[in-house]
């Protein structure tokens, strides 16, 4: 078997213009990547602020959805 050697620069460079080609056609998918992460962020955020929030009940947050509609 022969083995392949591979210069390091050259697939550093290949690689590179490989992920911007990607993100250059593909602009759609990396937005979607990026509003998922955002939303992921933002859910994580609201989930610690609620456990240090007081608890309520359930009839408590019924209330006030139906005051908003």
Known sequence: ??????DEAKLKEALKSAI??????RKDLVREVL???L????LA????????SEL???DEVFNVLERNN
Do not use: K, N, Y
Request: charged share 35%; aromatic share 0%; net charge negative.
């Open 1 to 6: 078997m022969s083995s392949i050697l591979i």
């Open 20 to 25: 911007v080609e990607i993100l250059e056609e």
């Open 35 to 37: 509003e998922e992460a």
């Open 39 to 42: 939303e992921d962020i933002a």
């Open 45 to 52: 955020h609201a989930i610690e602020e609620g456990e240090q």
């Open 56 to 58: 309520v009940t359930r």
